[in-house]
Every structure is written in structure tokens, then in C-alpha cells.
């Protein structure tokens, strides 16, 4: 957990946008891992030119 955390901190910092998806969810149950990743980008690509308008 605390690499996750300081791993999380170096990108967030460096301006980068994180989505953990787990293996047993995507063995579960790929398309809603899929359609939420779709979404997760989605949303970063607008955020990101918000920001650089």
C-alpha cells in the first residue's frame, strides 16, 4: 500500500491522471472494466483541454 501511495504522489505531481484497474475485475467482468476505462479517458482527455485552453 505505501508504494502504491508514493508511486500515486510521483505522478499525480508530474500531472498525470491514474486509474488502478485490478486483475480479478477485469477477469470478472472485462466490459465494465472496458466501458469504465473508455469513460476514465474520456473524461482525462477533457479535463486535459480545459486546462490547456
Do not use: C, G, P
Amino acid at each position: 500500500m505505501e508504494r502504491d501511495k508514493n508511486v500515486t504522489k510521483y505522478y499525480i505531481q508530474n500531472d498525470w491522471t491514474i486509474k488502478r484497474v485490478w486483475e480479478h475485475d477485469v477477469k470478472e467482468n472485462s466490459e465494465d472494466v472496458i466501458k469504465e476505462l473508455v469513460l476514465f479517458i474520456e473524461d482525462a482527455k477533457t479535463i486535459r483541454n480545459e486546462h490547456t485552453k
